[in-house]
């Protein structure tokens, strides 16, 4: 029915035309006058968050990734001014991943190959469990990808024996100093004179990205430092300046600014890729769908409450998913005494079961970039949401059988996220005013980079998945691009905060995508 679904979307996608206001950045000495640090001490500058800080792209990390990081971007602009050295736990590689005792457990990283992100050649070459890494410590840069604000201050973050139990993190055990040290006291360690604090994104994001399947919750503001956000932050921030440091922070966007979220339409379904792009079979099959299942359904539907759940696709227009929607009146029992004299008890009950909570998905919808794969494909077992893998013709997710929690965020859970972000964001920016640190609207700047895109230095960068410029192939992490201009909104905050005059870096030479060979 649906061929190569996968990457159809990317035939749509264009560039987003330049909008009227152009941010030029000039190099460091394009005006000549004398670089200063202002009131600000770069001589230790430490970093502290998750896989932004580290520098994650393209669902790894590796070197070349490592290396523009925003925050590596910003030691270089640092050094200019007095700033020390930026040591950062490199990994062993550019195909990204890694491997713990020898066997694989991530990886390797991804490339745009034509048609859609695809994984590079190639075995990772990084072992968490390598001594090698931990003696030429410690590392300025503490961004630890998939870390929550409270795991930074884990003592258990960094042990060996919590990697199986999902206590700790393999991308700090590898260069963690012993099983005890927290990353925050990692960080306090080094006695920094600056430092930059981006935390609480996968506080939302674990959420977001699995579908709010309840999988991995959002991290509640409430609560004692290391279970609530809000207390945790504050210990964070307390902590860092405790020695008389001086840094920035920055606050979280929405999800919704970031294309893993907005690349995949609600309403796909047309005519012709029904019909694996013959659209007379693709009406054929509309109109055989309408007889044999949205025609039934909808009638039956409309009969026991469901009204405007489901309509009869059309043969002309593009038809949306179907998916389920947890936050709807379960009518399963009514559609199964509904169909019960035409399919019998059990194929009723089956049919009840599967499409209780069901509807056609609507543009208040996000459908998860990874939901590309799913959409036409068998539900199997595992992840049909019944136990059981659906017969023929409730066998193709999104077309005949509803999409799951995990592969679509619904309106009440979008509110879920907004109304958690916006209550972290009101606790970072108290912080920051309390403790006079720089301040970093990154909700501001990627709602601006979604809704139109930044000018800067002759380019435009957008949320457009793979040509926008601003994120790489995962759909969540920046490209190098990306973190360059990330990298020039921190500094300009740190120069309004401390008087320094940091001229930031040119987004011309930072390119949008790796590719597959580096």
């Not at 024996?161 to 963690?176: D, E, K, L, M, S």
């Amino acid at each position: 029915m649906i061929k190569n679904f996968k990457w159809l979307v990317l035939v749509a996608l264009t560039f987003v035309a330049c909008n009227n206001e152009d941010e030029t950045i000039v190099t460091n000495s394009s005006d000549g006058l004398p670089l200063t640090s202002g009131t600000a001490d770069f001589s230790k500058f430490v970093a502290l968050g998750n896989s932004l800080t580290a520098g994650y792209s393209d669902n790894a990390l590796f070197i070349e990734g490592q290396k523009v990081s925003y925050t590596n971007i910003m030691a270089e602009q640092f050094a200019l001014v007095g700033g020390g050295a930026f040591k950062i736990p490199f990994m062993a590689d550019n195909i990204g991943g890694f491997k713990i005792n020898g066997t694989q457990f991530a990886g390797p990283r991804f490339y745009f190959n034509g048609s859609g992100p695809a994984p590079v050649a190639g075995t990772p070459s990084t072992e968490i469990l390598n001594p090698a890494v931990v003696a030429t410590g410690p590392y300025n840069n503490c961004g630890v990808p998939g870390a929550k604000s409270f795991h930074l201050l884990s003592p258990s973050y960094g042990s060996v024996a919590g990697i199986a139990t999902g206590t700790a993190n393999p991308y700090y055990v590898r260069f963690a100093p012993n099983a005890t040290t927290s990353v925050l006291a990692y960080a306090m360690g080094q006695a920094p004179t600056f430092f930059s604090l981006w935390i609480g994104n996968n506080d939302v994001l674990g959420y977001a990205t699995t579908g709010g399947d309840g999988t991995n919750p959002i991290t509640p503001s409430a609560g004692a430092a290391g279970v609530g956000f809000d207390a945790t932050y504050n210990t964070l921030v307390n902590s860092m300046t405790s020695v008389s440091a001086k840094g920035v922070v920055a606050n979280i966007p929405y999800v919704n600014t970031v294309p893993f979220f907005t690349t995949v339409p609600y309403n796909p379904l047309t005519a012709s890729v029904l019909g694996g792009g013959n659209v007379a079979v693709g009406v054929g099959t509309i109109n055989a769908l309408n007889t044999q299942l949205y025609g039934p359904l909808k009638a039956a539907l409309n009969a026991v409450g469901g009204t405007g759940r489901i309509d009869l696709l059309s043969t002309t227009a593009a038809n949306p998913l179907l998916i389920k929607d947890e936050s709807l009146t379960n009518l399963s029992a009514q559609l199964t005494a509904a169909f019960t004299p035409s399919l019998g008890a059990a194929t009723a009950a089956f049919y009840g079961a599967v499409f209780g909570q069901a509807r056609q998905a609507k543009a208040t919808d996000l459908v998860l970039l990874t939901t590309q794969a799913a959409i036409a494909a068998a539900p199997t077992a595992s992840d049909s949401g019944l136990g059981v893998a659906p017969p023929s013709p409730l066998n193709k997710f999104g077309v005949t059988y509803p999409l799951q929690d995990k592969h679509v965020l619904v309106p009440t859970e979008i509110t879920e996220l907004k109304t958690a972000t916006d209550s972290y964001n009101v606790t970072i920016k108290a912080a920051a005013d309390a403790k006079g640190l720089a301040f970093v609207d990154a909700n501001a700047l990627m709602t601006r980079i979604a809704t139109g895109g930044i000018s800067a230095n002759g380019y435009n960068v957008t949320n457009t998945f793979i040509t926008g410029g601003g994120f790489s192939t995962d759909g969540v992490h920046p490209s190098p691009r990306g973190y360059a201009l990330i990298a020039n909104k921190f500094i300009e905050a740190i120069n309004a905060k401390y008087g320094s005059n940091l001229k930031g870096v040119s987004l011309y030479d930072y390119r949008i995508l790796f590719p597959g060979m580096l």
